[in-house]
């Protein structure tokens, strides 16, 4: 295999689809000479919009009529999709256009005036925002089933067949536009289905025609330069923490300075208020450095407490170790994972959307040496207090 | 010469062609700025663009995110303090830039440029398609298989097979313990092989 990749590396630089043109250069030439001609001048931004309008309208008028093109050529071969000879369809896209004449058919909603709460078909609105530049951004949450063609378009696109095409919310604007219907967690579609989007090797895979797919999130985007729609689907095993927001934390687990000294007014006193402005990282620090030393009294009074957590009361954990876990054999295996912890330098904090129980969530995340996979650690903010803590259960 | 670990590298074109790039640095770094990049444009652009694609895997944010490496490399050219090899320097930029875009919230967005991209560059992209499928060999099967690893192995085989970064260099470029770059060459080379196996067993 060694043998292989190292023989590999001339076509890999003539593979990958690529190259640092003129254009890039003189991109990166005017970006500089704008920053330094006009650090921080009002009229820049005017200017620099009038250019990109300018240039918008100018390749916007190519791209269309390319587009158009693109789009007979794809409706020619809709009926036979599977004929294609050179990929050019597949390279196209396929869109979803609403026909106006069963406008009353589809689930439109008014683009000014929808609101977080509406309800279409299935689907209620948890979230809208409208930009300076007027594009609109709109999340539908519910459970609705979709039935479509997925091709692979480089990326696996969906066109809802005919019935279908009435259960997706869409703008009063929308009808007779062409609108592109993709999916969140796109590679993992992909794998699903078997294609090699994203790859080198540029097969594209057939279309997957009558399809269900069930529908639990719906992310709607439109701006003056076209409507996008992303699915999130059911039963898709991804690794979703790699897409939600996070920060990196690269530090040893010891604590030191602070922390150590609010752990051990906390250890003490067990005063909620210490932990009040801590972030997850934090207290999952003080919880490893808990268990580091066997502090059991601690390490309980870290965990978040009442009955939909599943923390007992004090008196219930504290009588039976061995079943809540904290007796000699526990004790010893929180420190031995403390030493593991030594080697890690670099965990992830990622912030959990909102679940259905409105919890706020976080996740440490880290790999320790050796391991294949991440792992995760879930800290929960007390809804009571706004203090994060640690479930009973915490590593996932 | 047997070779004691399949992560050394050596051979003297390599160590005379790594010498002219250090003298060749080290010249650039006595430039006025404005020149020194562009000499680094025309020197890097193409293999720091195709790296960048190596992440993020399409075309408009790879021009992007190309753009802003070259900006960034511009302003912080002063403080390169040839620790490392200035080549490193700026593929660790580059993939930070591309790291940060593959972690960012605005990647799950929507992104209009792509519709406008994909057809602009078709014509590029469908003589890629005729050259590439008339040698669909075995080398582009195993890029394709290097390209669906997980990212964390993809960069390291990468890095080190076609970018010529020994594990140290790569250590300090990513950030990993060099320890912990050989377990992925390791892990990275055994998923390729576990993988053309697979494939051999579908089409034997």
């Known amino acids: ?396 | 010469m047997v070779r004691h670990t399949i992560e050394q590298k050596g051979g003297n074109h390599m160590e005379h062609t790594e010498k002219l790039r250090l003298v060749h640095e080290e010249n650039i770094l006595q430039l006025e700025t404005m020149e020194a990049l562009e000499v680094l444009m025309d020197t890097y652009g193409d293999e720091i663009k195709r790296l960048i694609y190596t992440y993020v895997k399409n075309d408009a944010d790879t021009d992007d995110i190309t753009q802003e490496v070259f900006v960034t490399i511009y302003e912080k050219l002063h403080t390169f303090q040839g620790k490392s090899t200035l080549r490193s320097w700026m593929y660790s930029i580059a993939i930070n830039k591309s790291k940060d875009y593959l972690r960012s919230w605005n990647k799950r967005n929507q992104r209009i440029k792509e519709k406008l991209t994909l057809s602009a560059k078709n014509n590029n992209h469908v003589e890629f398609l005729e050259d590439r499928l008339i040698e669909q060999d075995e080398k582009q099967q195993l890029l394709a298989n290097i390209m669906d690893l997980p990212l964390k192995y993809r960069e390291v085989l990468i890095l080190f097979y076609f970018k010529d970064f020994s594990t140290v260099e790569i250590s300090s470029i990513i950030g990993v313990t060099e320890a912990a770059i050989r377990t992925r060459l390791k892990r990275g080379r055994d998923k390729l092989k576990q993988k053309l196996m697979e494939r051999g067993e579908q089409h034997g």
Not at chain 1, 328 to 335: H, L, R, V, W, Y
């Open chain 1, 1 to 396: 295999m060694d043998e292989k990749l190292q023989e590999l590396k001339q076509t890999f630089e003539q593979s990958v689809p690529t190259s640092f043109t003129e254009m890039d250069k003189q991109r990166v030439l005017h970006t500089i000479q704008n920053k330094k001609s006009f650090p921080s001048s009002s009229i820049l931004p005017k200017v620099l919009t009038t250019v990109t309008v300018a240039l918008f309208f100018f390749f916007g008028f190519f791209i269309v009529s390319n587009q158009q093109n693109s789009n007979e050529l794809a409706n020619q071969s809709s009926s036979n999709p599977n004929e294609t000879e050179d990929g050019l369809v597949e390279m196209v896209g396929h869109f979803f256009t609403p026909d106006k004449e069963k406008a009353d058919q589809y689930l439109l909603f008014n683009p000014d005036t929808v609101q977080k709460g509406d309800s279409f078909g299935f689907m209620e609105v948890t979230n809208v925002s409208r930009n300076e530049n007027s594009s609109l951004a709109i999340t539908f949450e519910g459970k609705t089933n979709l039935v479509g063609t997925i091709y692979d378009n480089g990326y696996p696109v969906f066109v809802p067949d005919n019935e279908s095409a009435y259960n997706i919310p869409i703008s009063t604007a929308d009808l007779e536009k062409n609108i592109r219907i993709r999916f969140d967690h796109s590679e993992k579609i992909a794998e699903k289905y078997g294609m090699n989007v994203g790859t080198l090797i540029p097969e594209r895979t057939p279309p997957i025609e009558n399809e269900e797919i069930t529908v639990l999130k719906i992310k709607y985007y439109s701006s003056e330069h076209g409507t996008f729609i992303d699915l999130e689907i059911a039963d898709l095993n991804v690794d979703e923490w790699e897409y939600y927001p996070s920060q990196t934390y690269t530090t040893k687990i010891e604590l030191s300075g602070e922390l150590l000294a609010i752990y051990q007014h906390y250890a003490a006193t067990q005063d909620e208020s210490l932990l009040k402005d801590l972030k997850p990282f934090d207290i999952f620090r003080l919880y490893q450095h808990a268990l580091s030393i066997g502090d059991v009294e601690t390490e309980y009074a870290l965990f978040i407490k009442g009955e939909q957590f599943g923390t007992p009361d004090e008196e219930t954990y504290f009588s039976d170790p061995v079943f809540w876990g904290h007796d000699e054999e526990a004790i010893e295996n929180g420190k031995k994972s403390f030493e593991k912890l030594k080697e890690v330098h670099s965990y992830r904090e990622i912030s959990l959307p909102t679940d259905e129980t409105g919890l706020e969530r976080a996740v440490i995340s880290y790999t320790l040496p050796n391991e294949e996979g991440k792992r995760g650690f879930q800290i929960i903010k007390d809804p009571e207090t706004g203090v994060w803590k640690v479930p009973m259960m915490p590593l996932q």
